[in-house]
């Protein structure tokens, strides 16, 4: 006997997963057809609603259980061959939920799905920046014949809205012509720093509004080491839960994403990681 695949984030009573009530929506994207190394990525969503179900949901930093806003679990984005495709049913389907009044979170995935999710909130929302949180730039305009590659999601990014770049630590020469350096955070510099004066200087640049967009290879492989391209050196939990309460804190936190989960078998921690991330911004969002 398999596993239960679980079709709702959380195990929480039957109230909190109304669609009709709940003021947060989550939309998983299962799409993985422009990986360049590790498949999987498309297995990611499901990981995250099975490892959900073993979370605590009161959260001691805040004191709050922010389930309470209701979670509803949409259904899946599926059968797409074409990033390019994909990208305009994601859009449609997040302008849905932001026209229901609902707080959208995107579950990828590779990071390719979030470019739809870019043009609907940025259609919906104005001065909104979008920030990367990840270990590489994603700056190629185009990648093994698409612009829509997985590499190429900020710079895509970039004609939609203006970015700001955390945790960065690999990219490709060709990418640097097109690095705003004053609005990139690199992963070396961020060690460097050891204090806070860091999230500082992101957030100061950052407009009111804030899309957050997490490939979780942001974190160090010692931590998250299920992913399609693992970078070593990468950010700690505390770093990147300090940045997301500030951002949270001083602008306005319109939605997010969580791409990237290469779940497998032997590392559930990963999964896990990766729930309660998405949670524990959930509470910085509702419950501060």
């Not at 204090?195 to 200087?201: A, M």
Request: negative net charge.
């Amino acid at each position: 006997m398999g596993k239960t695949k679980r079709t709702q984030f959380g195990d929480f009573a039957a109230e909190y997963y109304n669609p009709n009530t709940a003021e947060i929506a989550l939309l998983p994207v299962p799409f993985d057809g422009t990986s360049t190394w590790m498949k999987g990525a498309d297995k990611g969503p499901q990981a995250i609603l099975d490892a959900s179900f073993n979370l605590e949901y009161y959260d001691i930093e805040t004191g709050s259980e922010v389930y309470r806003r209701g979670i509803f679990t949409e259904p899946a984005v599926v059968g797409f061959a074409k990033p390019e495709e994909l990208s305009e049913v994601v859009q449609q389907r997040i302008q849905r939920l932001l026209n229901a009044g609902k707080f959208p979170v995107l579950l990828g995935g590779e990071h390719s799905v979030s470019v739809g999710a870019f043009k609907a909130f940025a259609a919906k929302y104005g001065k909104l920046t979008i920030l990367q949180l990840d270990a590489h730039a994603d700056l190629r305009d185009s990648y093994e014949g698409s612009t829509h590659n997985h590499a190429c999601v900020m710079a895509r990014a970039r004609e939609i809205a203006p970015i700001v770049q955390v945790g960065i630590r690999s990219m490709d020469v060709c990418e640097t012509r097109d690095l705003q350096m004053d609005r990139v955070f690199f992963a070396h510099a961020i060690f460097d720093n050891r204090g806070t004066d860091w999230i500082d200087q992101v957030v100061s640049k950052l407009t009111e509004n804030v899309y957050l967009t997490i490939d979780l290879d942001v974190f160090d492989p010692s931590i998250m080491p299920a992913t399609g391209t693992p970078e070593p050196g990468g950010m700690r939990w505390y770093d990147a839960l300090a940045l997301v309460r500030r951002v949270c804190e001083q602008r306005t936190l319109v939605g997010f994403d969580l791409v990237e989960l290469c779940p497998r078998e032997s590392m559930w921690a990963s999964d896990l990681l990766a729930a309660k991330l998405l949670y524990k911004i959930l509470t910085y969002k509702f419950c501060l």
